[in-house]
């Protein structure tokens, strides 16, 4: 079920950049935008990894390096019969952590210096297995090409509206024109909101399913449930400067958003999140 509900998000992601498309240059956009989408989703699959760890500045470590969070890896994965994936350390006073990789074989966990310091052995042990069951559902692919798409969509959107200002697409005739404008308009407007709520729909979703596999690979939901309180009061604290493409990737999200913002938010509400997990009895998680 969450295989064909990812597959028509992601389809559908694709179809509103071949929308934009058309609304920018016709048959012949649309055309360019699909094989655009192809590229992208070809280009994200290899290398989305590499490009979030390097936006964040994350460096690898060593269990001689960082021993404590190393074999809590370690033996979760284990416990998640997967392959141990690379860890990586984030210089960054935020308390915060995510996930990236093409697949499990090649799946990286990233934390920051901030969760490592606010965390004890138990609440961190359920935030690298929130991470571990995204990478066990295969989500870091998924969340990482919705982002990838999504940007894309934006950047058109962009592009569209500077051409409105410089005097639109120099169509000849009247009604063409006029269709045009509108075409472009719907697109600036429709299109980006719409490829914001997939990508939303698409972590919110993840999101209950990551703390449910997390509490089964530990045990013991308690862990996560003090750790997400911890992370949610010191993301408040201390925001961090993260790249709105990238918030959903994050076990709790580095934006803030308050009122009608908050409707955005690529995460859930951590509230309702809290009182998911407390209703998983230790025996039952």
């Known amino acids: 079920m969450n295989l064909l509900k990812t597959t028509f998000l992601m389809t559908l992601m694709t179809l509103l950049l071949v929308f934009a498309g058309q609304a920018l ?24 990894d590499k490009i979030v760890l390097k936006m964040y500045k994350a460096h690898p470590v060593t269990e001689q390096e960082s021993p404590d969070i190393y074999r809590i890896v370690r033996e979760l994965s284990h416990r998640a019969q997967l392959p141990m994936p690379k860890v990586y350390l984030i210089d960054n006073p935020t ?24 965390l004890n052995r138990e609440e961190l042990s359920g935030v690298v297995a929130h ?7 295969r989500d870091i692919l998924i969340s990482s090409i919705a982002a990838t798409i999504a940007g894309a969509i934006s950047m058109l959107a962009n592009m569209a509206q500077w051409a409105m200002i410089f005097g ?52 013991n939901p308690s862990g996560l449930v ?44 951590m509230d309702e999140r809290i009182a998911r997990l407390e209703g998983m009895t230790p025996g039952r998680a």
Do not use: C
């Not at 012949?28 to 290398?47: L, Q, T």
């Open 25 to 48: 240059g016709g048959q012949n956009g649309a055309m360019i935008a699909f094989v655009f989408a192809v590229a992208m989703n070809g280009f994200s699959y290899w290398f989305s």
């Open 131 to 137: 991470e571990l069951s995204h990478v066990l559902h």
């Open 226 to 269: 003090s750790a997400l309180r911890k992370l949610q009061e010191g993301n408040k604290r201390i925001p961090m400067q993260a790249n709105p493409a990238t918030a959903h990737m994050f076990i709790v999200s580095p934006l803030s958003g308050k009122g009608v913002a908050s409707l955005f938010s690529t995460h859930p509400s």
């Open 95 to 118: 308390p915060n952590a995510f996930a990236t990789g093409r697949n499990p074989e090649h799946a990286a966990i990233a934390v920051t210096t901030g969760i490592v310091q606010i």
């Open 168 to 219: 639109g697409f120099g169509r000849s005739n009247d009604n063409n024109e006029r269709g045009g404008i509108f075409g472009t308009i719907a697109m600036m407007i429709v299109a980006p909101l719409a490829a914001m709520l997939i990508q939303m729909a698409i972590s919110r979703s993840r999101e209950f399913a990551a703390d449910a596999g997390a509490a089964r690979i530990t045990g």
